[in-house]
Structure formats: structure tokens, C-alpha cells
T-cell receptor
Framework: GQNIDQPTEMTATEGAIVQINCTYQ??????LFWYQQHAGEAPTFLSY??LDGLEEKGRFSSFLSRSKGYSYLLLKELQMKDSASYLC??????????WGAGTKLIIKP | SQTIHQWPATLVQPVGSPLSLECTVE??????LYWYRQAAGRGLQLLFY??????ISSEVPQNLSASRPQDRQFILSSKKLLLSDSGFYLC?????????????FGQGTRLTVV
């Protein structure tokens, strides 16, 4: 079966750095997405990785290792507005998005 | 630019009543369209997806159905709602000419079946 695992919840301090991990087992791989979802709102796109390595976009970075079936989202200089759920999603061989359950990130002052 | 509209934002319906949620996309042609459901504290569950008018694929057997009467219109329906149908419903689109493309989401509909 297809499976995406990420921690249910994480807590971090304002101004710090946090890394959210995602491991996946899917039938084929055509890319990995990270989305941010604030409570009661729709997910919004953060990043896309299809090749191994690190993609940096401002305070957010995303890393992919296809051989390990592993990705992480790195958030630097945390702000209170970063409190949200972070969803990992993988596009399989049929170009269908398979979603993780999301990681709820709690930022404390 | 492309936009996606989904309505209503919130809905409270009694058990056994019908449901119709509508989603429209502007600014693009022939998009892939999706209906997702998200239970509280859970990930996104794909309900239906469509690659063209009248072409609907169902991922999860249930008492819901979907239709695509026009290229940029996607409708989620039920004849009789169950309590278990409560949740956050999201419509999304992705470009069809790009195999692995990000999904763009509507605002979502919070459905409570009472």
C-alpha cells in the first residue's frame, strides 16, 4: 500500500529552527510537496522537490532523498504566524497526490 | 490568473437531507479537478477526481457522488447525508498539461451533519 508518515505534533519556540520530517512509501514517485494549512483554512503550497537535495525559499527549506524515501521541511526564525499544520504529499506513478496526515506545529513565545 | 471558488463556506444539514457543493475554476482550461475531505486532525482523503467533462473517478466507496457538467465546474452531491459525512470538504484543481503539478485549493466547506 501507499503510506506517508510524519509526526502528529511538534512544539518549537519563537525565533528558533524546527525540522519536520516525512517518510514515504508509494508506487512510483513524481515529486514531493509541502503545504501549510492554518486551522479552518485550505492548504497553501510551500515547496516542491523532485530531485535530491535542498530547495531554499526564504525562511523555509525543503530537502529530498529519493533513495531513502525521505524529506524534511526546515523552518527558520520561527514566527507565531507559523503555527499551522504542515502537510507532506507525494505524487505517485499515476500522478495522483498521496497525502500525509499533517504535522501540527505549535509555536510558543 | 487562475482562481477557484467553492461554496458555501459553512453548512449545517440534518441527517437524511441532500447535499450539493459547487466548485468553479477561472482562468484555465481543462484542469484536473478534485474533491477532498478532511476529518478533524486528519490528512486529506481524496474522494473524487476528474480529468475532463463527464469523467469522474471515485477513490472511496460512500454515499457521495460527483459530477462535472462543464469544463471548470465540479459538484459534490449526496441524496441522503449521514452523520459520518461531517467534515471539511476541499475542492482543488491542477493543470492537466503538467504531470506532477501542485494542487490549488478552494476555501473549503465546513459541513456539519446533525
Amino acid at each position: 500500500g501507499q503510506n506517508i508518515d510524519q509526526p502528529t505534533e511538534m512544539t518549537a519556540t519563537e525565533g528558533a529552527i524546527v525540522q519536520i520530517n516525512c517518510t514515504y512509501q508509494t508506487s512510483g514517485f513524481n515529486g514531493l510537496f509541502w503545504y501549510q494549512q492554518h486551522a479552518g483554512e485550505a492548504p497553501t503550497f510551500l515547496s516542491y522537490n523532485v530531485l535530491d537535495g535542498l530547495e531554499e525559499k526564504g525562511r523555509f527549506s525543503s530537502f529530498l532523498s529519493r533513495s531513502k524515501g525521505y524529506s524534511y521541511l526546515l523552518l527558520k526564525e520561527l514566527q507565531m504566524k507559523d503555527s499551522a499544520s504542515y502537510l507532506c504529499a507525494v505524487t505517485d506513478s499515476n500522478y495522483q497526490l498521496i497525502w500525509g496526515a499533517g504535522t501540527k506545529l505549535i509555536i510558543k513565545p | 490568473s487562475q482562481t477557484i471558488h467553492q461554496w458555501p463556506a459553512t453548512l449545517v444539514q440534518p441527517v437524511g437531507s441532500p447535499l450539493s457543493l459547487e466548485c468553479t475554476v477561472e482562468g484555465t482550461s481543462n484542469p484536473n479537478l478534485y474533491w477532498y475531505r478532511q476529518a478533524a486532525g486528519r490528512g486529506l482523503q481524496l474522494l473524487f477526481y476528474s480529468v475532463g467533462i463527464g469523467q469522474i473517478s471515485s477513490e472511496v466507496p460512500q454515499n457521495l457522488s460527483a459530477s462535472r457538467p462543464q469544463d471548470r465546474q465540479f459538484i459534490l452531491s449526496s441524496k441522503k447525508l449521514l452523520l459520518s459525512d461531517s467534515g471539511f470538504y476541499l475542492c482543488a484543481w491542477s493543470p492537466q498539461d503538467r504531470g506532477a503539478a501542485e494542487a490549488f485549493f478552494g476555501q473549503g466547506t465546513r459541513l456539519t451533519v446533525v
